[in-house]
């Protein structure tokens, strides 16, 4: 019988690793993982985490200005960017050791540095070292894509957004995708004239278009600037350090910062994976089966480098399906149908299921019932922002097929409505759930 170093190697320290390594090795499969830059991957230390961080921090500015309508008196506030930011590396920093010592509570070898695959068994660590293992997990992620343009190296993106020496008074963001509108609503709340300007006339493509034309009116009445069918042509840096950003249409733009946030792209160029068979697709994903499995035996691959859904929650699933599959001896499938997701933005909005045009091509006869409300929170807010739920319902069976809100709270409101959806209940279920008042979320059982 072949041995092996290893039954099972790793690349790739995130979400999607790190479970598949603990899950693999409490079945008692001896485990190994590599990660190139640090322990815990995007979500934990340039994504999710850090994001959601600089989002509360901003709520703040929200929160004072509308404070005096509450009584309070609120003087000398002022916001440090580099308090705020170095705060949330240390945290970054605690959550990277809370993932280091799960690898190693649960025995799990680990090494920094880059790691390719030599052979189907075989992998190839920077340092020259060979380690071979039975199974190979590819967990490497997504990288930023960055759109070809003179002067792009003045542009930065998600990856070096969370690290600037100060905050910009002006931002350029391109692209109108989950990064981009979150990373707007944080440098609008914090004080930077905010610019975003896109390829298309659209926003957030993938969700109810009803959220998105609230999302955009509100975003502009908070002082964000949308410039759509322009993307950037070129940037100069001046004399002064600033950015001259030239744009399709002609519209030249003056700024301190331009983030770029255009999609993100499998990142597998250089691992090694054609070379030994592994059937890639056009966008460089390892194409794969519904349990992980490539197109070479011993060789899976989970997350964003598959090019599927990419959420932290979702690679994480596919992650644990897999070492329950291949070392549990308990072979799971992830599900892909109702996954909530939400965009941090502000105000934030969150979707599950199908929108009401894409209920409407699957379904025939729907039925739509949507709740604009006022939150009382916005009562004597300067700014009248208003909530806006929507359920989409099959006409046959009443079941509920999506459900989209926008307003503030809403990604914590709309993961209870998930369950409900993937349980497959109706709306006469909602309407028979008791409201809980006052909040917001009683709107999701009083729509008629
Ligand atoms: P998105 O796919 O959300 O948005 C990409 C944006 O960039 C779109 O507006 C698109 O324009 C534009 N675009 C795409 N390609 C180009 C190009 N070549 N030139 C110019 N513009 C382009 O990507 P993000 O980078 O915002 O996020 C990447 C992924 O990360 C998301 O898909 C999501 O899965 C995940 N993510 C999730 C978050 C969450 O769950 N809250 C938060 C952040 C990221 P158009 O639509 O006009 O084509």
Redesign the pocket.
């Known amino acids: 019988m072949e041995s092996f170093d290893y039954d099972l190697f790793v690349i790739g320290a995130g979400s999607g690793g790190v479970r598949a390594g603990r899950i693999a090795a409490s079945h008692g499969a001896r485990v190994a993982m590599a990660e190139e830059f640090r322990v815990g991957g995007t979500c934990v230390i340039r994504?999710?985490v850090p994001?959601k961080l600089l989002v509360y921090a901003s709520h703040f500015a929200h929160e004072l200005h509308d404070a005096p309508g509450f009584g309070w008196t609120i003087e000398g506030a002022r916001f440090d960017w580099n308090a705020l930011r170095d705060f949330v590396a240390s945290d970054v920093d605690r959550l990277e050791r809370a993932y280091t010592s799960t690898l190693d509570n649960n025995k799990v070898d680990h090494f920094h540095e880059r790691a390719t695959v030599a052979a189907p068994h075989t992998v190839r660590l920077a340092s020259g070292r060979k380690i071979t293992a039975k199974h190979m997990l590819i967990a490497v992620g997504?990288w930023?894509?960055m759109?070809e343009f003179p002067g792009n190296e003045h542009a930065i993106t998600?990856n070096e957004v969370f690290h600037l020496p100060a905050l910009p008074a002006r931002v350029v963001i391109?692209?109108?995708?989950?990064?981009?509108?979150?990373f707007a609503g944080i440098f609008n709340a914090l004080g930077s004239k905010v610019t975003v300007v896109?390829?298309?006339?659209?926003?957030?493509?993938?969700y109810d278009i009803d959220l998105r034309n609230r999302l955009l009116t509100m975003m502009q009445m908070r002082g964000i600037e949308f410039r759509f069918q322009n993307?950037?042509t070129g940037i100069v840096k001046q004399a002064d350090g600033s950015l001259f950003v030239s744009t399709a249409q002609g519209y030249p733009i003056e700024a301190d910062a331009v983030l770029?946030?255009?999609?993100?792209k499998p990142k597998t160029p250089g691992l090694g994976l054609e070379e030994v068979g592994v059937q890639l697709g056009a966008n460089g994903e390892i194409i794969v089966d519904e349990y992980g499995q490539t197109s070479v035996a011993g060789i899976h691959a989970v997350g964003?480098v598959t090019d599927r859904?990419?959420?932290?929650p979702v690679a994480i699933r596919e992650g644990h399906a897999f070492a329950d599959t291949v070392f549990g001896g308990k072979p799971r499938k992830t599900s892909y149908d109702a996954i909530p997701?939400?965009?941090?933005s502000q105000p934030p909005l969150a979707a599950v299921g199908l929108t009401e045009v894409e209920a409407r091509a699957q379904y025939g006869e729907v039925k739509v019932f949507t709740s604009d409300f006022r939150p009382m929170k916005n009562m004597f807010a300067k700014v009248a922002e208003r909530g806006f739920y929507k359920l989409v319902v099959d006409g046959e069976s009443d079941r509920v097929l999506g459900v989209h809100m926008i307003g503030p709270e809403a990604?914590e409101v709309l993961q209870a409505a998930a369950i409900a959806v993937k349980a497959g209940l109706t709306k006469a279920d909602f309407d028979a759930t008791m409201a809980l008042h006052p909040s917001m979320a009683e709107e999701l059982v009083l729509m008629r």
């Open positions: 994504g999710c994001k997504a930023p894509v759109p998600s391109q692209g109108a995708g989950y990064i981009a509108l979150e896109n390829r298309s006339d659209q926003i957030l493509r993938s993307p950037i770029v946030a255009t999609g993100r964003d859904v990419q959420l932290t997701s939400a965009v941090f990604p």
